[in-house]
């Protein structure tokens, strides 16, 4: 790699290995699109995939990395591309002559950057472009939707594509966009979805998907989940999904694995909200030892704070707070302020902690909210189910767990059994994300989304 890895990761520069840009720009050329179009080329290896193909026709390359446009046109210019045009620019400022002929084919590996790092030109022109499209366009969109957005704006009747992506928008919420996209404007043909054992991206740690289009297809979708993706040789096969189906799913990736109907079961999120731990933004001020807490005087501001998954994944079902080693320093009001505290936190002053991103968008910097703890508490993140553990001493918690809570005031004995009910069906709980490695995430939405016994049922005697 000619880039270090940090301004590769700032470009989302991770090249696509052969086999995958080989089935990919088969299925392209299957097509006999006029013009090729390499979206974030790279050293061109789409761009030159479809030349070794045989592809004669006029070829645009384009690359906001000035390093990467010269490695494609030195790499043309080895395979005797005479029609090709390597463009170092932005694609999403590109326009195409509305004079062009023939049909367009859009192919590449759009750069993976995450929505907090985009200039706010990036995101307004991504707001601009999804009024322009009819679809609304969620500011938590990374660049590779922005990269949909841009192609979708150039494409027209006739034209289609083939790109891989991370396979996170088939089923989160900033995806909608893209999933309407292609669902709806682009006529997406096929998915192939990579198992999440396998990496597309080399380095990059992420399941990946291939999203195959033609502009006016409207037939049911192919759908395939592959082993591995590294060894592609064709983008065919799979199970049909119907349009309707397509268009109906705000979850795609369950459409390849639906789901056995469990009579009787509702969604958790129908009486309870699940809800992230705090984000302290600076756990070494905001977290202390016990110890610490006492000889700092700081009893009365702290709560006791469970602080690792660990905590609850041995935790039998119930987090004690006698059990915790830690605590969270819990400040309300600045008339709660005493000697002891004020010195605290002219400490961590001293030590800028309220100049960290965090803390400094929140007022006071120093007031962590987050409303009453959980009485439920969940692992969210691991390489196992998550586990859930009731927490009768309301202890605090971090983002490294959710909390559950019921929308109405219950019993502890109706947390309790819900929790054995959990930990019990464990196992057999769906939804959330694998990636990479078999590491399973679920978001507090896909939490509130596992199948549960409804409220009124949650009785020792009844429930199993
Ligand atoms: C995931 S890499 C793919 C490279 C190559 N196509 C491949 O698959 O091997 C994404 C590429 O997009 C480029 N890129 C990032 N932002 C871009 C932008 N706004 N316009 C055009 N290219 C961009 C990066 O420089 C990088 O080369």
């Known amino acids: 790699m000619v880039r270090p890895g940090t301004r590769r990761r700032s470009l989302g520069a991770f090249y696509t290995v052969e086999g995958i840009v080989t089935a990919m720009a088969s299925w392209v050329l299957a097509r006999n699109p006029d013009i090729i179009i390499d979206v974030g080329c790279g050293s061109g290896r789409f761009a030159a995939a479809v030349r070794r193909l045989g592809f004669g026709g006029e070829t645009i390359a384009i690359d906001i990395d000035p390093l990467a446009t010269v490695m494609t046109r030195a790499n043309l210019t080895v395979l005797g591309h005479r029609h090709a045009t390597v463009v170092h620019g932005d694609l999403l400022r590109l ?209 006791p704070c469970v602080t690792r998954a660990h905590q609850v994944l041995s935790s039998g079902g119930v987090v004690r707070a006698d059990k915790l080693d830690h605590v969270l320093l819990e400040v309300q009001d600045a008339a709660d302020h005493d000697r002891a505290l004020r010195s605290y936190l002219a400490e961590g002053i001293r030590h800028r902690v309220h100049e960290r991103y965090l803390c400094e968008h929140r007022n006071p910097w120093w007031r962590l909210g987050g409303g009453p703890p ?31 809570h019921f929308r109405e005031e219950v019993g502890e004995d109706i947390a309790t059994t819900l929790v054995v009910w959990l930990n019990n069906h464990r196992d057999t709980l769906t939804g959330g994300r694998t990636y990479h490695g078999g590491l399973r995430k679920f978001e507090p939405r896909e939490l509130e989304a596992i199948l549960v016994p409804p409220l009124h049922e949650l009785d020792a005697r009844r429930v199993k």
Request: proline fraction near 5%; aromatic fraction near 6%.
């Open 95 to 303: 326009s195409l002559a509305d004079s062009r002929r023939g049909r367009t084919a859009f192919i590449g590996n759009p750069p993976y950057v995450r929505h907090h790092t985009l200039r706010p030109e990036a995101k307004r022109w991504a707001q601009k472009s999804g009024d322009a499209l009819g679809v609304q366009v969620s500011g938590l969109s990374g660049l590779h939707a922005l990269f949909v957005l841009a192609i979708a704006g150039l494409s027209r009747p006739g034209d289609l594509g083939c790109l891989i992506t991370a396979a996170e928008w088939l089923d989160v919420g900033y995806g909608s966009a893209l999933r309407t996209l292609f669902a709806q404007h682009l006529g997406c043909v096929r998915l192939d979805i990579g198992d999440p054992r396998t990496s597309a991206f080399g380095d990059a740690m992420s399941t990946a998907a291939i999203v195959s289009w033609e502009v006016g297809y409207s037939d049911a979708v192919s759908m395939r989940e592959t082993r591995d993706l590294k060894t592609l040789r064709a983008l065919t096969g799979g199970r049909a999904i119907s349009r309707d189906t397509l268009t109906r799913s705000s979850r795609w990736r369950d459409l390849l694995h639906p789901r056995p109907h469990r009579d009787g079961l509702v969604p958790l999120g129908t009486y309870a909200r699940v809800h992230r731990g705090i984000a302290t933004g600076a756990n070494g001020f905001f977290i202390l030892s016990r110890d610490e807490a006492i000889i700092r005087e700081l009893g009365g501001h702290v709560r």
């Open 374 to 404: 959980p009485p439920i508490v969940a692992t969210y993140m691991a390489r196992q189910a998550p586990m859930f553990a009731t927490n009768p001493d309301r202890c605090r918690i971090v983002n490294v767990l959710h909390g559950i």
